[in-house]
């Protein structure tokens, strides 16, 4: 399609162009992008009529691109290349390479440990459930498909495997304020997942790959995709990608050593994953085009062991874990249609999208002790969400040359999980709010949005970038997020940025519904109330307010000739975060009778909520230094860098971390192009000290084990990448070299911080044939 709107796809190009560099390595946007994408100067050139061969000097004209565009200059922002991915294939999981990124970690959303070994994307130590995930800019919501429990755990592996690793062309992180514009579920950040394009020539690839672990107790993988694409007639193209992986589970000897019971801690589960998407693109004429998407995924574990809440474990985990069995299973399909339209007044693009997804699992323990241990019987839950979504882009000169942007955006969410709803009152115990009888399993919501964005140029040094969204939701009412983000070149090499934003999290559809009960059996019940009788509940919130969070952050950038350094400041107010009512100090809502006894004639239950805690803090610094060590802008050899500091990461009434996670990560990468053909790269990433919640779940002071923290370690690799030719390119390589390996030492919170496994030394390789 031929752009009418130059400056946007301009801004775009340049936008490539300068971040290619520094990317190469992936490395972080803070220095990879110079400043030119935006109001940078222009003068081009034309033949005169006549025909004489010298060029007439046509009058400057100057370039600036939407705010979109700009927010991903943004200094918390960082770019994955599909080159990178190459260098530094995931065993199985994107999140593999995402976590090499400053500010990234993988953990669970809170500070328990529970399912720690199935850790999810964590942005600016704002916990996984505020990090949004989107393909191709579309959310995805399947992991919202899965129970929350009382800690404000799921357990589920997230949502960034559903696209095969040999299909994605980039990825794309943002932190802090520039992510303010995609609305609920973005207060740490957006993790968006670009998938490659049709092209208008016929090609494809076959990728196998396989990982295999040097000690036998941890799961081997093997996985082979494709890739095709190419044009159908002169205005139709396609695209088509498939993929089958499988990673074996850990075997329960691997952590037998911290065994307090019948099944030791849970090792990493394993996977078996089916996906299959394609695209089609229609270009209805040289400023139109339509693409229709569809897509089905299957995700399925193979069961290691692992429980919520008991760490004896029983015969029946054992049974389960040592039979390979699948304890729960996903399918998702997905559909879109999108309309792109480049015209004499702006841009504009339309996304209707939907998702299904089906969660298949054994059923696991609702109450006390049993909670998340998986018991017998099957259940499926289902969640399905609708998109409607458009924008305009609109270049203006009104006293400044600007691009404004205007949105809108309407989603609906609609869940069955009858299952979830099943836990009963006991002892006789009502529990006001929640139904009687049999429960319904439904509940839904929805959301209308309008934003609107101006990238404004002040002068040709000076960008200012505002906006403005405003939310309505149907279960806690109405948000407003504005947003100021700038950036000012002070040299030629030398860039200042900084942003403010107000990013919120809706409440979501286990915390919300009034029929959602967890049931603590008696010996769960907070520590300054006690049981008094009859038990402690936690009880969906329909009254909840939505988690808000003040992001703000400041950068300086330099960059010049292959060399880059960048160093961020980010400090997150957040407040009314969403927890269960016991066990943070909260009185109960409601102290009900039970059935009186000849030993206990007055039993009371007391009936705790979802609500919204005190405030808290999150803040540090992120930074990447590049250096060229051999040829032009390093092109030969090259040393890339990026460190996270966290200064805070706490609950200001409990002291309380957030999540456990490093103090300080510090990423590093020496590539080397040995020849055309051999390209060689050595990593190192070290990880500071992680220190545990000081309080249990009952709001108790934690002892012994449960205050061991884990100390810092590294962790080193090499990769080589050879093309024989247009056909055929290899790659293989060495994780964790220096076999340094850790241990989950117990099920959830029991050893403090040691609540996941670091696999030992492994070696993979892989081998594409391209067509």
Not at 51 to 73: D, M, N
Not at 217 to 237: H, K, N, Q, Y
Not at 529 to 544: E, I, K, M, W
Request: net charge negative.
């Amino acid at each position: 399609m031929e752009p009418k709107f130059k400056p946007s796809l301009l801004a775009t190009a340049v936008f490539l162009a300068f971040g290619a560099p520094a990317m190469a390595q992936g490395q972080t946007l803070e220095l990879g992008i110079d400043d030119v994408t935006v109001g940078e100067d222009r003068t081009d050139s034309v033949l005169p009529a006549d025909g004489s061969s010298e060029a007439l000097q046509v009058e400057e004209t100057r370039v600036i691109g939407t705010a979109e565009q700009e927010l991903k200059q943004a200094p918390g922002v960082s770019l994955i290349t599909a080159e990178d991915i190459k260098k530094r294939p995931p065993v199985n999981d994107l999140s593999d390479i995402i976590r090499k990124m400053p500010g990234v970690n993988l953990t669970g959303n809170s500070a328990t440990g529970q399912y720690g070994n199935n850790r999810q994307i964590d942005l600016r130590g704002m916990g996984p459930e505020n990090t949004l995930i989107l393909i191709d800019g579309k959310p995805v919501s399947s992991r919202n498909s899965v129970r929350m429990g009382r800690s404000g755990e799921r357990n589920t592996r997230g949502d960034t495997n559903w696209v095969p690793v040999d299909a994605v062309e980039r990825i794309e992180v943002l932190r802090g304020p520039a992510a303010a514009r995609y609305g609920s579920g973005a207060a740490g950040g957006v993790v968006n997942i670009i998938t490659k394009a049709p092209t208008d020539k016929h090609s494809g690839s076959v990728t196998a790959y396989t990982n295999i672990p040097e000690d036998s107790a941890e799961g081997d993988t093997r996985r082979i995709g494709f890739s095709l694409t190419g044009p159908i007639v002169d205005s139709l193209s396609y695209r088509l990608y498939g993929n089958v992986n499988k990673t074996d589970a850990d075997d329960l000897s691997l952590n037998e050593e911290y065994s307090a019971g019948v099944t030791p801690p849970a090792g990493r589960e394993g996977v078996r994953n089916k996906d299959v998407n394609g695209l089609l693109r229609w270009d209805l004429d040289p400023q139109q085009t339509l693409e229709f998407e569809g897509g089905f995924s299957r995700q399925g574990n193979i069961y290691a062991g692992d429980r919520g809440v008991s760490s004896g474990g029983s015969e029946l985990l054992n049974e389960l874990a040592n039979s390979g069995k699948e304890t729960n299973t996903m399918y998702r399909q997905s559909a879109s249609i999108t309309h792109r339209g480049d015209w004499d007044f702006g841009t504009s693009q339309v996304v209707a999208s939907y998702e299904n997804t089906r969660n298949r699992r054994v059923n696991e323990g609702l109450a006390g002790s049993s909670e998340g241990s998986p018991n017998t019987g099957e259940s499926v839950s289902e969640l399905k969400a609708y998109r409607l979504a458009g924008e305009v882009n609109l270049p203006l000169q009104f006293a400044f040359e600007q691009v404004l942007t205007v949105g809108a955006e309407a989603t609906r969410d609609e869940l069955d999980d009858p299952y979830s709803m099943s836990q009963n009152a006991s002892n006789g115990v009502v529990v006001p709010g929640a139904d009687t009888g049999v429960r319904s399993g439904e509940t839904d919501a929805d959301n209308y949005a309008v934003f609107v964005e101006d990238n404004i140029e002040l002068t040709s040094r000076w960008i200012l970038t505002p906006g403005v969204r405003f939310d309505q939701h149907s279960e806690f009412g109405s948000n407003w997020s504005p947003s100021l983000n700038s950036s000012y070149k002070v040299t030629d090499t030398v860039t200042l940025k900084g942003g403010v934003a107000r990013a919120f999290k809706a409440p979501n559809l286990y915390q919300s519904n009034p029929n959602y009960l967890y049931f603590s059996m008696g010996n769960g019940c907070p520590i300054n109330t006690g049981n008094l009788g009859a038990g402690c509940y936690v009880q969906g919130n329909d009254n909840l307010d939505a988690e808000t969070s003040l992001n703000k952050e400041l950068g300086i950038a330099y960059d010049n000739a292959g060399w880059s350094a960048g160093l961020t400041y980010f400090h997150n107010d957040y407040k009314n975060k969403i927890v269960a009512g016991m066990g943070n100090g909260s009185d109960p809502v409601a102290v009900v009778p039970g059935n009186p006894t000849a030993t206990n004639p007055n039993p009371l239950g007391q009936v705790f909520q979802w609500e919204n805690a005190s405030k808290a803090v999150v803040s540090g610094w992120e930074g990447n230094i590049n250096v060229p060590l051999l040829g032009v802008e390093g092109e030969i050899l090259s040393w890339n860098n990026n460190f996270t500091y966290m200064i805070q990461n706490i609950n200001k009434e409990t002291r309380e971390p957030l999540s456990v996670i490093p103090k300080y990560t510090v990423n590093s990468m020496l590539d080397w192009a040995v020849t055309q053909s051999l390209d060689l790269s050595f990593s190192m990433t070290h990880y500071g000290k992680q220190e545990p919640r000081r309080l249990n779940s009952q709001g108790g002071q934690a002892t012994d084990a449960e205050l061991g923290e884990r100390e810092r370690y590294t962790i080193f690799g090499i990769t080589a990448n050879y093309e024989l030719d247009e056909t055929w390119r290899f790659t293989t390589g060495i994780s964790n070299m220096f076999d340094k390996r850790l241990y989950r030492e117990a099920n959830s919170s029991g050893a403090g911080a040691n609540t996941y496994n670091e696999p030992g030394r492994a070696y993979f390789a892989s081998v594409t044939a391209s067509f």
